[in-house]
């Protein structure tokens, strides 16, 4: 088979890694890119490292990638044993590659049978499952899992996951199963070398209000999403798009929120003389084959579904995606993204329509994809279109937009002049940004640093150099907040990025039983006006010799600069240049945009559970 460019690449960088004894990696490739061509190719280039190691485990959690990664070794292998172990269907073990289900392997004594002596080599596809507690029972067996198994030495096998979305929602750290990225490319990346199809975009205001809609781990919770998603005026609005924009697309795939916005969907497509179709959870397995076949073949143009077609779908012909769904999840929204964007002979480009709500905060939107904010409207922009528009926002920002605290931009560097230590405990340009992320309050207390107080102790997140740690100081007596003696700090995670730190900060917080009225960002006590004390506090640490007028904020306000002054912010403020206070930040919302879910090549740092 001839292989691309990038996919020898990728390939190479696997074998130069394990030549150097390093074996749990993971390759990180956009949807389309052919990751399926690059396992079943490594199967054959991995070498044994003993005579009886030579065969090779295949690991999925869906029916449909596992199906596709059997018939692509049988179309590569046609002389070798190859066998399925799924549902009723049960492998022997001896086979020279075996592909399975990882939710069969967990049933029973059927993981039993997989000798480890005589496999070379583990792949995981959609490897960002992996750290989920069915992979690592699969893991431990082949000895893959760090001081998990009892056995004398490190195991012979290697692994390797592919995905295209090597990040989690949960906080859990891909480091649990895996070293090292060994290689990257993303869906600009591939857009632009001509590997992945072109794509235009068009965002339509839905009408939806998002702000009451309940937050679940990483995204919207589906049930409180498809109340406010699934109206008539909102279905209106997508089928209007949809007709007024891409009427005449061939091969149209929607993604809805639930069963009930997939069938109140494809009603109203059929309602108005569309031939639309749906797939769901509870559409026989027979019955979704034939009828994906069909969208497949070009016999009709819509096909709507919920959770189905995020991942190891197939159908290179789709030339328009409607996002009906809102998300907070770039994963989710890329792998939605990536179902239109594999080539095919005659198709120009996919048309993707991007149906936003009028929340901004959190709302992950094709143009953030882009580092535009996430309420920019677009029509029928391309990818270079939109890095050109977010390049020109940004020149227009450095010339002349100004604020009241200045600040001075130059690539990703923003100087902010403080005239008082007041100004300094005033600026929450940081808080905003990473509750954007997070549904608790935190506070931005220095460069890179972030505090969330609780009567339990201070959860904490730290940039160090290119990445970031969080740590937890528990109280004593947790009864006595201001007043009781903190223990000392405990390293609960590392995480390559803001996001994933809040994440695994947040995971942590719950598990502290933190009380989540209390810190919530929206807890009603917020917006009650500042207490006496809160007031008094903050007229003595003014840090200017003049009494602070504080009377009209609000207890949320308060508490946020009683952190900062707690934490250092007068210290911080005299630290600075004399004369002109200049602070020198990253500016973290621009460095999330590049960092937000991407993958970064190289080592992968574990997560550091806490003994607290």
Known sequence: MSLRPYQEEAIQKVLDHLAKNEKRLAISLATGGGKTVIFTDLIDKVPSPMPEATKTLILAHRHELILQAAEQCRKQYPERNIEIEMGHDHASGYADITVASVQSLRSGDRLQKFDVARYKLIIVDECHHIAAESYLKVLDHFGLLNGRRRIRERSHVALVGVSATLSRNDGLSLGVAIDHIVYHKDFVEMMDEGWLSGAVFTTVQSGVNLSKVKKGVGDFQTASLAKAVNTPEANAITLGAWQTRCGDRKSTLVFCVDLAHVASLTALFRQNGIDARSVTSNTKLQERSETVRSFRSGDFPVLLNCGIFTEGTDIPGIDCIVLARPTQSKNLLIQMLGRGLRLFNGKKDCHVIDMVSNLKAGLVTTPTLFGLDPDEMVDKLDAPAMLAQKSKKEQAKTEGEQYEVVYRSRDDITFIDYDSVKDLIEDDRGDRHIRAISLFGWVQVGEG??????????????????????????????????????????????????????????????????????????????????????IKFLNSHGGNGKESEVRSITKGQAADWITRIRHGAKGRFDKLAKGKRSDVLVAEKLRAEREKGAAVVGPVRQRAQSNG
């Open 449 to 534: 640093r972030y505090i969330l107080s609780a009567a339990q102790g201070d959860m904490k997140i730290q940039r160090k150099d290119d990445y970031y740690e969080v740590f937890f100081t528990g109280r004593l007596s947790p009864d006595a907040q201001s007043r009781s003696p903190l223990m000392r700090p405990t390293r609960i995670a590392t995480a390559s990025t803001l996001e994933q730190a809040v994440k695994s900060a947040d995971t942590a917080v719950k598990r502290k039983k933190f009380v989540i009225a209390i810190i919530s960002k929206n807890a009603a006590w917020r917006s009650r006006p500042a207490s006496e004390s809160q």
